[in-house]
């Protein structure tokens, strides 16, 4: 990593914590209680989301999810890892590479002026990492794109009833 994506990640990160302090004082300021209390728990429970994707030891692909959250204007992820102890070792750069592939295909069948919130989970099952990547059903071409996705040959699953699920294994 070079020392100006440690800087700008830095930043990023001084800023959010800044706009979350800044809320908080708020709060206080107008002796709304209920929502300090909703906020930091927020923030705690964003944290230990954080903390839970630090365990998989995968810095290349979370620097670039970060990345993605800060730079794009129309995706937001959220993570959630439910691997509890010690992880299968995964290949960080193979992981990279198959998020990337997946974020090559999407821009291309989204709708303008759309925001993408998706959530990115990471569960062990047995000794292999499932990753589920989910977002809302409001895609063009639908059905394309899930063939799209299917043609990688890493996906093992995409799903599009209810929202538009992609699964595959580490």
Same mark, same amino acid.
């Given at each position: 990593?070079?020392?100006?994506?440690?800087?700008?990640?830095?930043?990023?990160?001084?800023?959010?914590?800044? $706009?979350?302090?800044?809320?908080?004082? +708020?709060?206080?300021?107008?002796?709304?209680? @209920?929502?300090?209390?909703?906020? %930091?728990?927020?923030?705690?429970?964003?944290? $230990?989301?954080?903390? +839970?994707? @630090?365990?998989?030891?995968?810095?290349?692909?979370? *620097?670039?999810?970060?990345?993605? $959250?800060?730079?794009?204007?129309?995706?937001?992820? /959220? #993570?959630?890892?439910?691997?509890?102890?010690?992880?299968? !070792?995964? &290949?960080?750069?193979?992981?990279?590479?198959?998020?990337?592939?997946?974020?090559?295909?999407?821009?291309?069948?989204?709708?303008?002026?759309?925001?993408? !919130?998706?959530?990115?989970? #990471?569960?062990?099952? $047995? /000794? =292999?990492?499932?990753?589920?990547? =989910? #977002? &809302?059903?409001?895609?063009?071409?639908?059905? *394309?794109?899930?063939?799209?996705?299917?043609?990688?040959? #890493? %996906?093992?699953?995409? =799903? =599009?009833?209810?929202?538009?699920?992609?699964?595959?294994?580490?």
């Amino acid at each position: 990593m070079k020392e100006q994506d440690v800087v700008e990640m830095l930043r990023h990160y001084r800023h959010d914590w800044l $706009n979350d302090l800044q809320l908080i004082l +708020g709060y206080a300021q107008m002796g709304k209680l @209920d929502k300090i209390q909703s906020k %930091i728990t927020d923030v705690i429970e964003r944290s $230990n989301k954080e903390r +839970g994707l @630090d365990r998989l030891n995968i810095p290349k692909t979370m *620097v670039w999810l970060y990345q993605l $959250n800060w730079r794009s204007e129309t995706f937001q992820l /959220h #993570f959630q890892s439910l691997v509890e102890e010690q992880p299968a !070792i995964i &290949d960080d750069e193979a992981l990279l590479a198959k998020v990337q592939k997946i974020f090559q295909i999407l821009p291309s069948y989204q709708k303008e002026y759309e925001e993408y !919130i998706g959530t990115l989970i #990471f569960k062990k099952v $047995n /000794h =292999t990492i499932h990753i589920h990547l =989910t #977002f &809302d059903l409001n895609w063009t071409d639908i059905d *394309v794109l899930k063939q799209k996705l299917e043609s990688l040959s #890493f %996906i093992q699953d995409v =799903t =599009t009833e209810g929202k538009l699920g992609i699964e595959w294994q580490e």
